[in-house]
């Protein structure tokens, strides 16, 4: 096998994947009125702006541990780790076909992600399960 078939990961991590929406009860695919499903799109975690977010965090801690040093500098607390996984999914997330409260699409902006995934957090952890799976991003999207 020639391991540049493998290319295609990192591009349709940069370009995203739709992901379809779990009722968090039965696991069964969320779909509109017409049928379709209710998707995201999510870049995966090998992308540039992923990458690039998971950096700025990691350099965060690391620029606190090392103020810390010799100090009373709080550590790193859960809900710091917890407000960074949302950020994360927030810049992974650019685009949705969704309906929420009576409107399909939603205005798709940063706030309204994070307000999603504020209100539904069993979609972020689907998110944030999805975009860290290689083989959800094995093939390019048509999109």
């Given at each position: 096998?020639d391991?540049?078939?493998?290319d ?8 995203g994947?739709?992901?379809a ?20 799109r ?18 965060d ?7 810390r ?5 709080p550590?790193?607390?859960a809900?710091k780790i ?8 927030v ?21 309204n ?8 957090p ?5 998110a944030?399960?999805f ?10 999207s048509?999109?």
């Amino acid at each position: 096998m020639d391991l540049g078939n493998f290319d295609v990961i990192k591009k349709s991590s940069n370009e995203g994947v739709d992901m379809a929406l779990k009722n968090p009860a039965d696991g069964s695919v969320l779909k509109h009125d017409d049928g379709t499903p209710q998707t995201i799109r999510l870049l995966g975690r090998y992308s540039d702006a992923f990458k690039a977010k998971m950096h700025q965090h990691v350099n965060d801690r690391l620029q606190q541990l090392n103020q810390r040093r010799g100090t009373n500098a709080p550590p790193t607390t859960a809900e710091k780790i917890e407000s960074e996984t949302l950020e994360q999914m927030v810049a992974a997330t650019t685009g949705w076909d969704i309906k929420l409260d009576g409107v399909r699409p939603p205005e798709f902006n940063a706030d309204n992600v994070r307000a999603f995934y504020k209100r539904f957090p069993w979609f972020l952890e689907q998110a944030d399960d999805f975009t860290t799976t290689t083989a959800n991003f094995t093939k390019v999207s048509a999109k």
